[in-house]
């Protein structure tokens, strides 16, 4: 009997258990507004880490609605609050997210007489960063009884820091009981763009069953979707069979959601539903955008049709619409807004020839909000954050300094151009208590004229950057405590009369006298007999440290796994006495091996398929603590190849880099094989590349293209014999939420045919068309090489926005396309239009340069990855400024430039190396044709 144990795998990356307001792994931010007595706790419903808000706002007091508001289902979320009694304007300050993409913003409001008033406030305004989000009317739908509202937007995020502000508008102190955000699939919600966000209205699914409100993690996007059902009006149809995916689904709607739907109780009637308008001034949208989701859950035969007309008003909009066949699903939407009338009515009647009643399973209402108002520019608002954090400044320092006009921060001027953002003019911030040093970031205030701030106990130097702002004619510091001379960049300025520095009243500060550069001189060569030496000793021990480290890890091979994984036991009794419990985990950890039974709990039965692909389908699943993974399932396997497939799975756990998508486990359990890995929800490069939905700006497919590369360097480099990849494309690099990019289906040989699965013993070439390299396609001896020319093709993908092989005007690889453009220097003829000359021409030159030399004919003058990598480097140097949060993202250590030998240690996987990964094919390999995991 297989014990029954857990892997519990924490991924330092993305712990769930983390309490921050930090995204977790998924990307969501869960935040209970005015938590206090603890910083988090696991939602019962969810299973999602709510935290308090404590670390993102710096005003509000916490509160607790009172007792007689608790509810049994009610999320944990509304119990406690914050309230702004104080300034006009009130923020969140949300960080890490991703810039550019599409996010889902939730803000809940449940007033529960919390400061036992009973006088709920009858209004106030929401932002989304400097955008208005809407009205928070307690008194309007989507409020119930007890003043509760929940509002909901989908928006493009311009940066990676986001403010979510609440605008005392006279309407009673406002206050927020929560605050979510999930990303989206950047496909998702097509008609959400850099201009225009969705206010959500109305989600509702019909004929839910029991009622039940759908949300995570039967959602992956924790869109909510509420439920309505009319028993008088409608039949109800629910299925448990598995409604089909839609490759390029805009929507997704949750599988749960389309496996109920509501016809009319005749077969003659039609269904109607619809929405009032919101009253102006309160909603500025210029009407109305509709998603409805349909699926048919009746096995139809050979005659049956069911065909309706869509018309909204009475006035056709969808005539004759038939939903896809039995168990597949279907949507029809408008991407310009309705106009606006006082109520929308949506009907779906029959048409003359069918044999059936209309249906429908869900429908999704949205206002627009217009998103153009644009914040200071993010380098002057993020220097301004810093000096407001730093010097603690009350004043009203909140939300974006300079927009609104009407609420630019105090003692604060801004520039205002119609083209350009905002820019932090002046500062004055004399008399304002202010203690420390003088602040670096105010050397970041590019367009800043003029800084006062005399008459503070400001202590240290004055900081050199200051003379680099070029517009700054006035400088006042008197009345301070600085020491130190005045730096010679300000003094030329000064001389050359285009700065005019105050600096009375600093007891301490030398301003170019004999005396004080003698006092300079001591304290410099008390620098070389101090601070040296001591520099000194820590560089020895640092070194003495690393040393240290690595001799260990050296030592225990398996060690770098030890920060990523632990195990914890499902059933303590159950535990074997024969085992010390570290022994045993240690074994587990080594095989990182699932029973079927395992993986059937951790995708929920098989419940939701991501994509299909040849070696089998893709789940959706969930390990114990929450990490969500992709599960690939292969069923009636032979027992051809098993061993080999075992090695190679083990091989493959330990082969971790922050741009591979990490194998977390496999299963070979009867006649099941299957493989575990680590969840990616951006999904593939393809579908961000292939121009629908929004594209990728060029910074972030650059910065795609150079975190492939590092790890196909680290697949060439990593192991002896090298890893050879053999199917480098598109539709294999997965990017996950913070839209890193993670090389995919590595490892496993390829000798198994991808159509009808069976193992193939001859070796068989490999590759998809349009990526194969010609060299390897003659001799069948893939070489590292063969994926550095396969690299070269995505890189033209990542150009020209154009597929690997075009069909236009007849069909022609990218390589010939391209060569013949530049050969007549043409590169706007060949980039992405879709970029819109959103780039550096020197750097997109230079990718194009890359890609065509990693496709030159001859392997010999292709270059190696690690060229590849060092090129795409100087590139994003030259891109420059775009990418702040570069190398940073993943938290899971670099183990490449370590040298570190994933593939050797462990004593059983000796054998199958050379058949695993070898260059040659000479012994008989064994693999699984891992097809692309489209999700
Ligand atoms: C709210 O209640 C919790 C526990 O019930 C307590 O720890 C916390 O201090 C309360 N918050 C306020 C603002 O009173
Ligand atoms: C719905 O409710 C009934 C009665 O409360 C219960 O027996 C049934 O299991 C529920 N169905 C689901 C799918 O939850
Ligand atoms: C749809 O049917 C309803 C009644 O069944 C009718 O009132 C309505 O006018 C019809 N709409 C259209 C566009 O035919
Ligand atoms: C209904 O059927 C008739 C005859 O088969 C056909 O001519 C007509 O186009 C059909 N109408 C629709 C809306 O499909
Ligand atoms: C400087 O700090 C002292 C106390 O530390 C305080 O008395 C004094 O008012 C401060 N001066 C200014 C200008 O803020
Ligand atoms: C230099 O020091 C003398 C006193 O030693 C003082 O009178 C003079 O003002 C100082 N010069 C400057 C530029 O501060």
Redesign the pocket.
């Known amino acids: 009997m297989a014990p029954r144990w857990w892997l519990l795998i924490l991924f330092l990356g993305g712990s769930v258990l983390q309490a921050s307001s930090q995204p977790n792994s998924r990307g969501f931010i869960s935040i209970d507004c005015?938590l206090?007595?603890?910083e988090s706790y696991v939602d019962d419903e969810t299973n999602l880490l709510y935290v308090s808000d404590a670390g993102i706002t710096d005003t509000g007091t916490?509160?607790?609605i009172s007792a007689e508001y608790y509810r049994p289902w009610r999320s944990r979320n509304v119990?406690?609050l914050r309230s702004f009694p104080d300034g006009a304007r009130n923020c969140y300050t949300l960080r890490s997210l991703v810039s550019g993409l599409k996010y889902l913003f939730r803000a809940t409001f449940l007033y529960g007489n919390y400061d036992g008033l009973n006088k709920p406030p009858t209004s106030f305004d929401l932002y989304i960063g400097v955008n208005f989000w809407t009205v928070v009317n307690m008194s309007w739908w989507g409020s119930d009884q007890d003043n509760r509202a929940e509002v909901e937007a989908i928006v493009v995020v311009p940066h990676d820091l986001v403010q979510v502000c609440l605008v005392n508008t006279g309407g009673g102190t406002p206050f927020i009981s929560g605050l979510e955000l999930r990303p989206l699939k950047m496909s998702l919600y097509p008609q959400a763009t850099a201009e225009l966000g969705l206010f959500v209205r109305r989600r509702q699914n019909f004929g839910a069953i029991n009622e039940t409100i759908i949300r995570f993690p039967d959602d992956p996007y924790d869109r909510i979707w509420d439920t309505w059902s009319d028993a008088t009006m409608w039949a109800e149809m629910t299925t448990t069979e598995r409604v089909n995916r839609l490759d390029g689904d805009y929507f997704e709607a949750p599988m749960a959601v389309l496996q109920t739907a509501i016809t009319p109780l005749n077969a003659s009637g039609s269904i109607k539903f619809g929405w009032d308008a919101e009253p102006q001034p309160n909603n500025l949208s210029p009407g109305y955008l509709a998603v409805l989701h349909f699926a048919e859950l009746q096995l139809l035969d050979g005659d049956a049709l069911r065909q309706f007309n869509i018309s909204l008003n009475d006035e056709s909009r969808f005539p004759g619409y038939t939903p896809p066949g039995y168990l597949n699903r279907g949507y029809v939407y408008n991407s310009f807004p309705y106009p606006r009338v006082s109520s929308y009515d949506f009907s779906l009647n029959a048409t003359a020839n069918t044999t059936l009643p209309p249906i429908i399973n869900a429908y999704e209402v949205f206002s627009v909000i217009t998103t153009t108002n644009v914040g200071t520019e993010p380098q002057d608002a993020s220097a301004a954050m810093t000096i407001k954090a730093k010097y603690k400044v009350q004043k009203n320092w909140m939300g974006d300094p300079c927009f609104p006009k009407t609420m630019t921060w105090d003692s604060l001027n801004c520039s205002y151009a119609t083209a350009s953002p905002p820019r932090i003019t002046s500062i004055n911030l004399s008399s304002s208590g202010l203690n420390g040093d003088i602040s670096s970031s105010f050397g970041n205030l590019k367009a800043l004229e003029y800084l006062n701030l005399s008459n503070n106990n400001l202590t240290g130097s004055i900081p050199d950057s200051l003379s680099q702002l070029q517009s700054l004619t006035d400088i006042d510091l008197s009345g301070n405590q600085l020491n130190g001379s005045i730096p010679s960049g300000l003094l030329k300025r000064i001389q050359d009369g285009s700065l005019n520095l105050r600096h009375g009243n600093n007891p301490n500060l030398c301003t170019g006298n004999n005396t004080c550069q003698l006092a300079a001189k001591r304290k410099s060569k008390l620098a070389i007999y101090v601070v040296v030496p001591l520099f000194v000793i820590v560089v020895i021990v640092s070194v003495a440290a690393v040393v240290l480290f690595l001799l260990r890890r050296r030592k225990q091979p398996q060690g770098s796994m030890d920060n990523m994984v632990t195990i914890k036991p499902q059933n303590e009794e159950e535990m074997p006495t024969s085992h010390g419990g570290a022994n045993y985990s240690l074994r587990l950890l080594e095989n990182c091996q699932f029973t079927y039974k395992e993986l059937k709990m951790i995708t929920n039965g098989f419940e939701r398929v991501l994509g299909q692909g040849g070696f089998g389908r893709v789940y959706d699943g969930f390990l114990e603590d929450g990490t969500q993974v992709a599960v690939k399932l292969r069923s009636h396997s032979s027992n051809q190849g098993v061993k080999e497939f075992l090695a190679e799975a083990r091989i493959l756990t330990r082969v971790h880099h922050k741009n591979l998508v990490t194998m977390i486990g496999y299963c070979k359990d009867g006649e099941y094989m299957a493989l575990v890995y680590e969840y990616m929800s951006q999904g593939t490069l393809q579908e961000h590349i292939a121009g629908r939905g929004r594209s990728l700006p060029w910074w972030q497919r650059l910065r795609i293209a150079l975190e492939s590369a590092q790890g196909l360097e680290y697949l060439h480099t990593a192991c002896n014999p090298p890893l050879i990849h053999r199917d480098v494309k598109a539709t294999n690099i997965l990017l996950n939420a913070r839209l890193e990019a993670k090389i995919a289906d590595f490892g496993l040989s390829k000798a198994f045919d991808r159509h009808n699965g069976n193992y193939i013993s001859t070796n068989a070439l490999v590759g998809t068309p349009g990526y194969v390299d010609p060299e390897y396609q003659a001799t069948v001896q893939p070489t590292t090489k063969s994926d550095v020319y396969s690299f070269g093709v995505v890189l033209l993908e990542l150009v020209t926005g154009k597929p690997a092989i075009l069909s236009e005007p007849e069909p022609t690889n990218i390589i010939h396309w391209v060569r013949q453009r530049l050969a007549r220097g043409n590169i706007e003829g060949v980039v992405d239009v879709q970029m819109q000359g959103g780039y550096n021409v020197n750097s997109v030159w230079k990718v194009a340069e890359i890609a065509l030399k990693c496709t030159a004919q001859a392997s010999a003058q292709r270059p190696s990855m690690a060229d590849v990598v060092a090129q795409l480097q100087e590139c994003v140097v030259l891109e420059g400024g775009h990418t702040p949060d570069f190398n940073t993202g993943g938290r899971n250590s670099d183990y490449s430039s370590w040298n570190y030998n994933a593939c050797a240690g462990g004593q059983s996987t000796d054998v199958s190396r050379n058949a695993a990964f070898g260059t040659e094919l000479r012994m008989p390999t064994v693999g699984l044709g891992l097809a692309p995991a489209t999700r």
Do not use: I, K
């Open positions: 005015g206090m007595g603890e916490p509160y607790n119990r406690s």
